[in-house]
């Protein structure tokens, strides 16, 4: 069962995010930093706040001593650093992860509430077994990766596989919310059955009070003739003061964005999309025909929708999306 605590990484990220604060309040520059508590490396105050080093707890110290910090905030950055530290410990919650599972797991871990949209793949939370192995087995040619290399493809499913426990652990499991085209589901996914079997997965899934999938056919408008410019996720996590995180997952490299005004916008895109989607009650019953009519032709498609017009929108934030 993967743990319902936040990962080191979005430990790391936190710590990082409270001291640019408290050394922003002392009215301290990096360099008067470094020098005040006599480290050798200017980077380094800048490695840790931005999170992309392992801190050490004695140097996190001497960053409170001089930012004067006691009391409950005191323990809770150490408690905090002791957590951004402790990796293995985390790791061990998972029977098999590799580095490429792993970017997500870290993201995973902890959420409140997780969002997709997937215009050509089934969401990886959502894959069966056999279309895991297609996903990793077709694209594993492509990828000029070292780690991926050294690593057995049973390996990587086992890893996707055990991400995916997250969604019915007991305690707490996050919201979790997915738009998939209709597209992802078609014929260029995969062998007939494999593609039967993972559309039984996705209504069993369905089923779960804490999941809702949206099927969005082709022909549906979103919003005013809008049209995505790529799937992405987004990350809310249940301690408010953990940053909110968008992922676009790419073919070898992965982009994690936690401004808040870029995850507004892609908030507000997921919204347009929801809203063009089937519901998730339409959803099912366009799940149960395709996995019931594979062999006989395409499914019927729920009759309460016009595809000709666009749906109707929740209140829209002020800004304007622009092609790229």
Not at 63 to 68: A, E, R
Not at 175 to 190: D, M, W
Not at 262 to 271: A, G, K, L, Q, R
């Amino acid at each position: 069962m993967p743990p319902a605590q936040p990962s080191p990484i979005l430990r790391r990220r936190r710590l990082g995010t409270e001291l640019r604060k408290l050394r922003e309040s002392a009215k301290l520059t990096g360099d008067q930093v470094i020098e005040a508590v006599g480290w050798a490396s200017a980077s380094k105050l800048s490695r840790l706040e931005n999170g992309r080093s392992r801190p050490d707890l004695r140097d996190v110290l001497d960053l409170l001593d001089l930012y004067k910090v006691t009391g409950p905030l005191r323990e809770e950055l150490t408690a905090i650093t002791n957590e951004a530290g402790d990796m293995r410990a985390w790791l061990r919650s998972y029977a098999t992860m590799t580095p490429r599972q792993r970017v997500f797991a870290e993201l995973e871990a902890g959420c409140a509430e997780i969002r997709e949209y997937s215009p050509v793949i089934v969401p990886g939370l959502l894959q069966t077994r056999a279309y895991v192995k297609l996903r990793i087995l077709s694209s594993r040619q492509l990828v000029d990766d070292p780690d991926q290399d050294d690593t057995d493809p049973e390996n990587e499913i086992a890893a996707r596989i055990a991400r995916q426990s997250l969604l019915t652990r007991e305690v707490e499991p996050p919201h979790y919310s997915a738009v998939i085209e209709e597209a992802a589901l078609g014929g260029r996914a995969g062998p007939r059955e494999a593609l039967r079997a993972q559309l039984v997965q996705l209504r069993k899934l369905a089923a779960l009070p804490n999941v809702t999938i949206q099927v969005l056919p082709a022909d549906q408008t979103i919003a005013d003739w809008y049209l995505p410019h790529t799937g992405f996720s987004l990350y809310r996590f249940a301690e408010p003061q953990d940053p909110e995180t968008l992922a676009i997952e790419g073919l070898a490299t992965n982009l994690m964005v936690t401004d808040q005004k870029e995850i507004n916008t892609y908030s507000m895109v997921f919204d347009w999309l929801r809203d063009a989607a089937y519901s998730p009650e339409e959803t099912v019953v366009w799940l149960t025909d395709m996995a019931g009519q594979r062999s006989s032709g395409p499914p019927r498609k729920p009759a309460s929708r016009d595809p000709g017009m666009p749906p109707s929108q929740r209140s829209r934030r002020s800004g304007r999306l622009t092609e790229q």
